[in-house]
C-alpha cells in the first residue's frame, strides 16, 4: 500500500462505487470502499449529502458531485482530471518464454498474478482467487459457463478498479469461474479501454 503523503503533493481521487441505504461507498485514492454518511468525513473527504446514485462530497474545500459508474474525480496538484490520469496512462509488458503476458496487479487493492487474454470478454476470475481477494461474487448475476467437465454455473459482477502497473481502471465487468485458474484473465472489458500495441516481445498499453 502507498504510504501517506501530505494532501498537496498528489492529487486525490475519489469515486462512487455505490450507495448503501444513507450511506455512500467511496474509493479514495484506490483503497478499499469505505461506507459514508452524510457528514463523515476520511482521508480529507467529507459528504455532504447522499441521495440515488449519487452523493455531494468536500474534496479539500471544493464541492463535488459523485454519481454511480462515472469515472472518479481528482483534486490536486494538476487540477480536476480523472483517477486514471493521477496514477498514470502507460504499462508496458514484457512476454514470458511462450509469449504471454504475465504480471502482477491489484483488484480492489487486492494482489493478484494476471495474464492478458485477447479472446477472453471480460476480466476471469478463479473462485479460490475471488475468494482469497473477498469479491462478492455471490451477489453478482449467475451464468452459464463451459468447462471441460461441462457446463457450470459462474458468476457475473462489477469490480471496484483494477490496477496494472501506474494505470488504475474503476467499475470493470468480470466473471468468477466456478474453477480454480492460475491466472486472473484480463478480458476485452479492461483491454478496450486501452490502445494496445506490440512491439517484439513488448506489449503497449496506453489508457484511451
Known amino acids: 500500500m502507498a504510504s501517506l503523503q501530505p494532501l498537496a503533493a498528489h492529487a486525490q481521487s475519489v469515486a462512487l462505487s455505490g450507495v448503501l441505504g444513507s450511506k455512500a461507498l467511496l474509493v479514495i485514492d484506490g483503497q478499499s470502499p469505505r461506507a459514508l454518511g452524510a457528514g463523515d468525513s476520511a482521508q480529507g473527504v467529507r459528504v455532504l449529502q447522499v441521495a440515488g446514485d449519487s452523493a455531494v462530497v468536500d474534496i479539500r474545500g471544493q464541492r463535488q458531485t459523485l454519481r454511480l459508474g462515472e469515472a472518479p474525480v481528482s483534486i490536486g496538484s494538476r487540477g480536476a482530471s480523472s483517477g486514471n490520469e493521477a496514477r498514470g496512462r502507460r504499462v508496458v509488458l514484457k512476454a514470458d518464454s511462450r509469449g504471454h503476458f504475465i504480471e502482477s496487479g491489484l483488484i480492489n487493492g487486492k494482489t493478484m498474478q494476471y495474464m492478458v487474454d485477447t479472446g477472453a470478454s471480460a476480466v476471469a476470475i478463479g473462485r479460490a482467487d475471488a475468494e482469497r481477494m473477498g469479491l462478492p461474487y455471490r451477489q453478482g448475476t449467475p451464468v452459464m459457463m463451459r468447462t471441460a467437465n461441462g457446463d457450470a454455473q459462474g458468476w457475473r459482477l462489477r469490480l471496484d478498479s483494477v490496477r496494472i502497473g501506474d494505470v488504475e481502471v ?31 516481445t513488448e506489449m503497449v498499453l496506453e489508457k484511451r
Not at 189 to 199: A, E, G, I, K, V
Open 170 to 200: 474503476y467499475g470493470v465487468d468480470a466473471v468468477v469461474a466456478p474453477l480454480p485458474m492460475p491466472y486472473v484473465l484480463l478480458g476485452n472489458s479492461l483491454l478496450t479501454q486501452f490502445h494496445m500495441t506490440r512491439q517484439g
